[in-house]
Structure formats: structure tokens, C-alpha cells
């Protein structure tokens, strides 16, 4: 017979190379009065580790245990209770009480899928969302390591690159894609700060420009003063969850008129309607429809051309009769 001591020496031995649940939960000295009256049927012999070994077996390397006990924020303690229920009748029931091996397995069976049945109808996490932010609402129950595994991202997100033209609306959101604390009233975009004609996420470079609960910043004109990486924190009281960073690129107005009136130019002059190919491009492609613009200068270039043709056709005819009246004459009339 082993010793109290010695029973949890045998303990720590056995459960000392893998957590699980069971150990999680249940108590060491619950596990010894559990296991003390464990009988070997096969030598009718009391055998306190080979209780501990099934232990070992049925809850800390059952995968379906360990999956079951993949809970939601706040649900461990549930996961505990439910494996009170399970195991802590079964210690007042065979403390000091002698039980074949047999008797054990079919109970702890019945405890163990009684703890999965029930644990598997706790709440679930919606998992962790890349590439970036604290998410603590992600973060599950890892009954391996008896904590919550959290969602291993940086706090920095990648820049979002953002297009526009000059003195047009410019909109900047500081939304994320997972779950914000329950808490919103702690919630709030620390500020919206902002690094001139550079692209970069080195913080001590931004200076801040606004500050406060709303996640929407809006240029209303933007001008190319505006151009430059936005930097958005948001936090939950004193702590940063994510820090968002957007580059505003501006087009100026002049460039892109110019742009404009040269393509419109090329579509005017070359034959056919075709464009110029661009460096290392296909090759041109014939324009199947033309502006109702292009369409017009056409009309009145052709318009022209045919009256011109006409005129010069008008004033050729009297001349050519004339001639005709000198060749036709008598030369003795």
C-alpha cells in the first residue's frame, strides 16, 4: 500500500509529461482517494499507478477530451464544473473501497464521454482572423497547456494603399474583422495621426491630427498636401489592440487632364482609330466604336471635303465648255 506521500509522487510522476483536462480540473489528492481502492483483477492485487495510467489514458491522451475542451473566453470554469460532476462522485464512491480494474475502466469510460458530450456543447471561438491585432476574443482553451492559446499576431497591420484625385473625398475606416471587447464603451480610436509624402510605420514619425471615439476620418477635399501614410490606433482602456495604416496617393488635376486630351489627340489623328502600342506591349488593336464626339469631327471633316469637290467641279465646267465653243467654230465664219 502506498503511502499518501507516495501516492502523490506516483501522481506528479505519471502526469508530469502531458497536461490535459483531467489535470487541469481535478485535484491531485481527488485523483490518489479516486484510484486507492484499484484492484488488479488478473493478480487481485491493489495497484494504485495502474489506476493512474488509465486515468492518464482516457482524459489526458484523448484527442476527443482535448477537442471538447476547446472553449470560448470565460468557459473553463464551466469545463470544471463539469468534470467535478463526473469524477468527484466517483471519489466518494471508491475512497477506500476495493473495485476491480474492470469495474474502473466502465465507469471512467462513462465520465469521459459524459465530459465530451457536454463540453462539446459549450460556446465556440470564431478562431483568429490574419494578419494582424489583439484579439482576446479569439483566443481558446487549450486544455494541453490549462490556458488560453491567443491569437499570436502583431499589432501593426500591413499599409492599405488608397488612389485618388485631387480635391475628391478621401475616406479612411478603422474597422477590423474580428471581435471588438464586450465592453465598447472602453473601446476608442486613440487618434488619427499622420506622416507627410512618406510611406512608413515607424510611430514616432506620425503626428496627430485627431482623436476620439469615431472610427470614420474623411477628407472632404483632398489636395496633394494630403498625401502620406495615416496611422489609426485603436484601443480597449489602456491597452492597444490594433494599429491600422493606410497611404493616400494623389493624382493632381492637371496630370490627369493632360492625360485625357493626349488620349483623346491620339484617337483623332491616327488612321484607323488605332492607339499608339505601348513599350514593349501587344500590338495595336483596331477601336471597333467611336465617340459621338469623334463621330462628328469625322461628319464635318468629310462634309468639307465633299464640298470642296463640288466647287472645284463647278468652276471647271464653264472653262471646259469655252473650249469646247473656240474648237467647234468655222475658221472661215
Known amino acids: 500500500m502506498c503511502s499518501s506521500a507516495l501516492r502523490l509522487v506516483c501522481v506528479s510522476l505519471l502526469f ?43 482524459f489526458n491522451h484523448n484527442e476527443r477530451v482535448i477537442e471538447a475542451g476547446r472553449v470560448g473566453k470565460g468557459y473553463d470554469k464551466r469545463l470544471k464544473e463539469l468534470l467535478d460532476a463526473e469524477i468527484l462522485p466517483l471519489v466518494e464512491e471508491f475512497e477506500n473501497k476495493l473495485n476491480d ?7 471512467l469510460q462513462t465520465a469521459a464521454d459524459n465530459f465530451i458530450a457536454a463540453a462539446s456543447k459549450l460556446p465556440r471561438v470564431s478562431g483568429c482572423f490574419p494578419p494582424c491585432g489583439f484579439q482576446s476574443e479569439g483566443a481558446e482553451y487549450n486544455c494541453v497547456t490549462c490556458q488560453y492559446d491567443k491569437c499570436e499576431f502583431p499589432l501593426d497591420c500591413p499599409v492599405q494603399e488608397i488612389k485618388v484625385m485631387e480635391n475628391s473625398r478621401s475616406r479612411m475606416r478603422c474597422d477590423v474583422p474580428f471581435h471588438l471587447p464586450n465592453d465598447m464603451e472602453s473601446v476608442h480610436v486613440d487618434s488619427m495621426c499622420f506622416l507627410r509624402q512618406v510611406k512608413t510605420q515607424l510611430m514616432d514619425q506620425f503626428k496627430e491630427v485627431t482623436s ?23 484601443y480597449s482602456g489602456q491597452r492597444s489592440i490594433v494599429r491600422l495604416y493606410f497611404y493616400i496617393s494623389v493624382t493632381p488635376q492637371v496630370v490627369a487632364g493632360h492625360t485625357e486630351l493626349q488620349e483623346m489627340f491620339d484617337l483623332s489623328l491616327l488612321p484607323g482609330g488605332r492607339l499608339l502600342p505601348a513599350p514593349g506591349g501587344p500590338p495595336p488593336r483596331r477601336l471597333l466604336l467611336l465617340s459621338p464626339l469623334h463621330m462628328a469631327c469625322l461628319t464635318a471633316l468629310l462634309l468639307l471635303l465633299f464640298l470642296s469637290l463640288g466647287a472645284l467641279h463647278l468652276s471647271m465646267v464653264p472653262e471646259q465648255t469655252s473650249l469646247m465653243d473656240v474648237k467647234n467654230q468655222d475658221p472661215e465664219s
Do not use: W
Open 16 to 58: 508530469g509529461t502531458s497536461l490535459s483536462c483531467y489535470q487541469c480540473f481535478v485535484d491531485v489528492q481527488d485523483s490518489s482517494r479516486l484510484c486507492s481502492g484499484h484492484i488488479l483483477t488478473e493478480h487481485n492485487i491493489r495497484n494504485v499507478g495502474a489506476c493512474f495510467r488509465k486515468l492518464d489514458h482516457m
Open 101 to 107: 480494474d474492470t469495474v474502473y475502466e466502465e465507469r
Open 212 to 234: 476620439g471615439v469615431d472610427r470614420l476620418y474623411s477628407i472632404p477635399s483632398t489636395s496633394l498636401q494630403h498625401q502620406g501614410t495615416y496611422l489609426c490606433e485603436i
